[in-house]
């Protein structure tokens, strides 16, 4: 019912600059929560950042001060805009909704090189 399409990965250096774009389609109205997920090989998934329908955001830990997330409800969009990116961001980046269940983007990746 809801499809997830990701844009923006790539190789960036570190120190550098990245915006990752989810555009959402379908049962729109549905969502309640949307996020980035990432993944590095060997890793489990982990949050990066969320962002309720009401507006509210949280951070994992390793990204406050560095990543902001952001939407264009206009657009059906979900931003992270990914600052002072660091080695260990390198990972397949992965948006996520949640409404009537929980919906994954096909990933894209990031590599940040030393």
């Known amino acids: 019912q809801v499809q997830l399409v990701e844009s923006g990965g790539g190789f960036v250096q570190a120190g550098g600059s990245l915006r990752l774009s989810c555009a959402a389609s379908?049962?729109?109205?549905?969502?309640?929560?949307m996020g980035w997920y990432r993944q590095a090989p060997g890793k489990q998934r982990e949050l990066v950042a969320g962002?309720?329908?009401?507006?509210?955001?949280n951070y994992a830990d390793f990204v406050k001060g560095r990543f902001t997330i952001s939407r264009d409800n206009a657009k059906n969009t979900v931003y992270l805009q990914m600052n002072s990116v660091k080695p260990e961001d390198t990972a397949v980046y992965y948006c996520?909704?949640?409404?009537?269940?929980?919906?994954w983007g096909q990933g894209t990746p990031v590599t940040v090189s030393s």
């Open positions: 996520h909704a949640r409404g009537l269940t929980n919906y």
């Open positions: 379908g049962s729109i109205f549905s969502i309640n929560f």
């Open positions: 962002i309720t329908s009401g507006g509210s955001t």
